[in-house]
């Protein structure tokens, strides 16, 4: 299916269409869900209202003060992760290319437990977190480079580094005082509750400046997914685009995680859930981050609900669905 | 000496290496324009390396590939890929992709973020398909085709980018005999076409069936060029590639083929 406007053309996939708006539609019912529901019940329509500025009071305060910046903080962080999961996986060809298994996300859990340890502050174990995931990530990079990098030694690498930075980890939360390695420890699951509009906004920005670059990148990663060779045979500098997707990959992983903690299996899960649902060969950006929002607020909502009053951390939860939901669709490829 | 009808594609003074290892020194090779070339030799001569330092793969330790009279590394990349292509050795295809997918991609160097889809691409797809033969393949999954149909696939995507001159770095490699043949048949038929076709074979019988110019290759040194009845001896076999041989008239196409010597010969009983 082809769509043409003057010198305007596309070539439009109808299912990944239909899927993508699905999501869309999914994200929105869960954020309001999120939104009306819990201690406070607030009635679907004073949501909607409330939202674009004309409840009472009592509404607007839960909504716009309490709830909203929660579930928005869901949202970008989700589809952050989900993201920097779909640039990783292209560009190593490998759904364990994934930052949350190349080191990256435990570079930025080193960070924060150094913001914890030093008795930072929520920015400063933010900025931890985010020096730790930059820092692991040129690392990584410089030392799986060996004239360009390659998919399975950026992989080998990483998933050497990961391994050294969570024994890091480990050591450092034995010797915290206890009070740290709770709180540490509390961060390290990865969690959403308390997220201001202050975590949100950061993460709005960076979407906000690497969406576009996404898009630009993202035809031509689909082309080096066929290789090398392939890609350069067809004129795309090869180079050039992996170094400025992984920038953009780093960039993505490190401020979510910076937001919400290291939040593991979003950004695995949710491209290879988008690639099986919009039967789209090699990985999808767009499916991809929806996917990441709806995964997240999604697991969100269910910590908060499924055993309230207790309310769990959003990271148990997302291991647990994305897992569940990735191991069925699995299954179904056997036939 | 005023330059002569300068080809397309050349490279002068050619210095090729991966890392420290020198693969070709001070080569100096033209493809003539409209020809058929394969380039050919033992193992180890150096013969892709050389494919794919012109197809600009490989960036020259010294000396420089020219494209049209330019340095070809000075050109825009994708202006190189809308006059050159390439069929590499080894392609990875993506999970799950169809056959029409595949081939559409063949039209990248000709699309921008805001022209995708033109009718021009569905046409070079349409007819790139036809020309190979695959378009009843047109909704199958490439990775459930045959290692000759795949092929054919991979030929129709090179082709779909509509390139005056096309590379193919041993193209018949793991392919039975008649794919093989197929192949080598397709690219005989896109040279007559009047494209340049310029490839790595491994089976010099083949090699001189089909190519209007070889050039044999031998540690990294072009030994011999030309037409291959013109060049290929007994003598050149020897030197090449060590073996002692045979050559006759291919009954079928006239070119020069070669008999290896038999360990043990026939003798005819009186």
Request: aromatic share 4%; with cysteine.
């Amino acid at each position: 299916m082809s769509l043409r406007f003057g010198p305007w053309s596309v070539r439009l996939a109808p299912r990944a269409l239909v899927v993508g708006l699905v999501l869309v539609l999914v994200a929105f019912a869960v954020a309001v869900a999120a939104i009306a529901t819990g201690e406070f019940t607030v009635p679907i329509p004073d949501v909607l209202t409330a939202l674009f500025g004309h409840g009472t009071p009592v509404a607007e305060l839960i909504v716009g003060k309490l709830r909203a910046p929660r579930v928005v903080t869901g949202l970008l962080v989700g589809a952050a992760f989900g993201l920097s999961g779909a640039i990783f996986q292209s560009l190593t060809r490998n759904p364990l290319g994934s930052p949350d298994f190349i080191g990256f996300t435990a570079g930025a859990s080193t960070g924060g437990i150094l913001g914890v340890i030093a008795g930072g502050t929520a920015l400063q174990i933010a900025g931890g977190a985010l020096a730790g995931c930059v820092g692991t990530a040129v690392l990584v990079y410089a030392l799986a480079h060996r004239g360009g990098v390659q998919g399975y030694r950026l992989v080998l690498v990483g998933i050497g580094a990961n391994a050294l930075l969570l024994s890091v980890n480990s050591y450092l939360l034995t010797r915290a005082n206890i009070n740290d390695a709770a709180t540490a420890g509390a961060w390290l699951t990865g969690s959403l509750s308390g997220r201001g509009w202050d975590h949100a906004i950061p993460v709005a920005v960076a979407l906000a400046v690497l969406l576009p670059v996404c898009a630009f990148v993202s035809r031509p990663m689909r082309m080096i997914e066929m290789g090398d060779d392939a890609a350069k045979a067809m004129g795309i500098r090869v180079e050039a685009v992996r170094a400025t997707a992984i920038a953009v990959g780093v960039l993505l992983c490190a401020v979510a995680t910076a937001a919400a903690g290291p939040v593991i299996f979003v950004a695995l899960s949710a491209p290879q859930l988008a690639r099986r649902l919009t039967r789209s060969p090699g990985v999808t950006m767009a499916a991809s981050a929806l996917m990441g929002a709806v995964l997240l607020t999604g697991a969100d909502l269910a910590a908060q609900r499924v055993l309230a009053p207790t309310q769990l951390p959003v990271g148990v939860l997302t291991a647990a669905i994305g897992g569940a939901y990735l191991a069925l669709l699995l299954r179904k490829d056997r036939h | 000496m005023a330059l002569p009808q300068a080809a397309r594609l050349s490279g002068s003074d050619l210095t090729l290496a991966y890392d420290q290892r020198v693969v070709a020194a001070e080569l100096d090779v033209t493809i003539p324009d409209e020809s058929f070339t394969v380039i050919i030799g033992p193992n180890a001569c150096g013969k892709s390396t050389l494919l794919r330092a012109l197809a600009r793969m490989l960036k020259p330790r010294k000396g420089a590939v020219h494209l049209d009279g330019s340095v070809i590394t000075s050109l825009p990349s994708k202006e190189v890929a809308r006059r050159l292509g390439l069929l590499p050795q080894s392609s990875i295809v993506p999970d799950g992709i169809t056959v029409t997918d595949l081939v559409a991609r063949g039209r990248y160097p000709h699309q921008k973020l805001m022209r995708q889809w033109s009718r021009a691409d569905e046409a070079a797809v349409t007819e790139a398909m036809r020309a190979t033969d695959v378009s009843e393949l047109a909704d199958r999954i490439v990775d459930e085709l045959s290692g000759g149909q795949r092929q054919r696939v991979w030929l129709a995507m090179a082709l779909a980018q509509e390139t005056p001159i096309l590379l193919l770095d041993e193209p018949t490699t793991f392919l039975d005999i008649s794919h093989q043949i197929e192949v080598l048949d397709l690219c005989a038929d896109l040279h007559e076409a009047g494209r340049t076709m310029v490839a790595v074979l491994h089976d010099l019988n083949q090699a001189c069936r089909y190519a209007t110019h070889l050039i044999v290759m031998r540690d990294g040194a072009i030994v011999a060029e030309g037409e291959p009845a013109g060049i290929v001896t007994p003598e050149l076999v020897a030197q090449v590639f060590d073996l002692r041989c045979e050559i006759i008239e291919d009954p079928q196409s006239g070119t020069p083929l070669i008999i290896p010597e038999a360990r043990r010969r026939v003798t005819t009983t009186a």
